[in-house]
């Protein structure tokens, strides 16, 4: 049996239970060793082969993964984060299931959500921004040429940029195409919840510069929108005037 599991942002506490456990009880974890926080791994037993996917192929992979199932025992495929966003499970998926290998999916918090909390903020502000678009920048790896970034910047929605911190040139470029100005809040936020985590407030004209003076390049989230730094109407839900399926408002 195979598990995937998120591992959460990074913190080691932000693991689900559920994907605790299944760390608990593996007899081979094989890990993202250059997203995933190795303090994790401490939950595993002593009997536990634990393998490093950033040093293999999704070949050496699935190959690792027929050889622990072929003597009946599990293993966990632990990935940053939730395994539905970037994870690059599908492939996996395919063929473990070619090879009648069964499998689940344990979901994890986000670095998007971990990025929200330490910097106290919402995504979805009601009169100012009900999207939230998490997207990358086109780099060695492309993007289909609908959701290229200038395109998406357009909505003017709060925005999520993953895998593009040591890009931000371009990526300030395409989102002032958009309907971003210089003076649209941003931030910064390199490894969220783990103990080196930072926390950079800039804009969007002063992303790349921002990095830059910090000295980020890579495992940071890149986070866009008024959701940051701007006035917002309060919530209908909660209105003492507002009639809800619970409570009369003063409405009615």
Not at 42 to 69: G, H, P, Y
Not at 143 to 172: H, I
């Amino acid at each position: 049996m195979v598990h995937f599991v998120g591992a959460g942002p990074g913190a080691p506490d932000l693991i689900t239970l559920r994907g605790a456990a299944l760390l608990e009880k593996a007899d081979q974890v094989i890990y993202a060793g250059s997203l995933v926080n190795p303090a994790l791994l401490e939950r595993c037993k002593e009997s536990c082969r634990i393998l490093d996917s950033a040093r293999m192929t999704l070949e050496q992979v699935i190959a690792a993964i027929e050889e622990t199932e072929r003597d009946g025992l599990v293993t966990v495929r632990l990935h940053t984060g939730d395994p539905s966003l970037y994870g690059a499970i599908r492939e996996q998926m395919d063929m473990l299931d070619k090879r009648s290998i069964p499998y689940d999916v344990t979901p994890g918090v986000s670095s998007f959500s971990a990025a929200a909390a330490s910097l106290r903020a919402e995504y979805t502000l009601p009169g100012l921004s009900q999207t939230l678009i998490l997207t990358r920048m086109a780099g060695r790896t492309p993007v289909p040429e609908r959701e290229a970034l200038d395109r998406l910047a357009g909505a003017g929605a709060s925005m999520a940029l993953f895998l593009s911190a040591g890009m931000l040139e371009q990526v300030q470029t395409a989102l002032l195409k958009g309907a971003y100005t210089a003076d649209t809040p941003a931030a910064i936020v390199y490894k969220a919840s783990w103990p080196a985590e930072k926390i950079l407030r800039c804009t969007v004209g002063t992303l790349a510069e921002t990095a830059r003076e910090a000295g980020i390049s890579k495992t940071a989230l890149i986070l866009v929108g008024n959701f940051l730094d701007a006035d917002f109407e309060r919530s209908r839900l909660y209105a003492p005037d507002f009639t809800t399926g619970y409570r009369k408002g003063t409405d009615t």
